[in-house]
């Protein structure tokens, strides 16, 4: 497809008028050339029409969306660790636990980390309580450890059986095939999944993941931790770069394991 900005050239010998948004070039011993501007209003209107895809949802955010308090500051500490704090997700948090389209969660975070806000399109608030694509629910960060978030998946998305578990869905390697995308922040390559294992909590199971990913948008190294309840399948991730991984691979770890819903 030509560029948005590519030139069109074509001949012509005729006067243009002062306002018309074309410009005339003479050359010696051949025919007058008249190069044809793009409107702008055709530029952003091409730019307007280029689809949403997995990457929107790890778009790192600005400064002015992100919180600046410490989750030390507001959140309880953790009972099984001193050293961390305990986030647990309810209504007042998102749209889709206040829609009743996801059971709440939680997991355990350094209380140093800071929340991120969740951009209005990216959080489902749009498409509620029947989105057709997985949404972020929340999303915490520490520049030095790395980041977390929770995404969620329409079940319908993955299966026509209603209420079904993890189980009916498929095997482990089934599922991240589909949700990849929603956990790199672009593609997925089997090759990239390290190991899988699966965690029986009561009558919960989870399937949990270590994938290294030099491509990815959301970083070099991802733990993921993936559980279906109700009419949605919730994927928790835990990214960092290879800086952030080496100094933080346990914190990240305990984050991981601690996540249930």
């Not at 790199?184 to 270590?210: A, F, H, I, M, R």
């Amino acid at each position: 497809m030509a560029s948005l900005f590519s030139p069109i050239f074509s001949a012509s010998n005729s006067p243009k008028p002062s306002h018309s948004p074309e410009r005339t070039f003479h050359q010696s011993n051949r025919k007058d050339f008249t190069l044809t501007l793009t409107p702008r209003r055709e530029i952003l209107k091409g730019l307007a029409i280029f689809p949403l895809t997995a990457s929107i949802l790890f778009k790192q955010p600005s400064s002015a969306e992100a919180k600046e308090v410490e989750v030390g500051s507001y959140l309880p500490p953790s009972s099984s660790d001193s050293s961390f704090v305990l986030f647990k997700a309810s209504p007042k948090d998102t749209p889709a636990l206040r829609a009743g389209n996801v059971q709440p969660y939680e997991f355990i975070l350094p209380p140093t980390w800071k929340q991120s806000r969740v951009a209005n399109i990216l959080s489902g608030n749009y498409c509620q309580p029947k989105c057709a694509e997985p949404w972020v629910e929340v999303k915490f960060e520490d520049e030095k450890q790395g980041k977390v978030q929770v995404v969620a998946s329409p079940l319908i998305r993955l299966t026509n059986k209603p209420n079904a578990t993890i189980e009916e869905i498929g095997s482990p390697e089934k599922l991240i095939a589909s949700l990849g995308p929603f956990v790199t922040g672009n593609s997925y390559d089997p090759d990239e999944l390290l190991e899988t294992s699966v965690e029986k909590v009561g009558d919960q199971t989870y399937y949990k993941y270590v994938l290294e990913t030099p491509f990815a948008l959301t970083g070099s190294h991802n733990l993921a931790k993936a559980t279906a309840k109700g009419n949605t399948v919730v994927l928790f991730v835990a990214s960092a770069n290879d800086k952030q991984w080496q100094a933080s691979q346990k914190v990240l770890k305990a984050m991981l394991d601690s996540f249930q819903v």
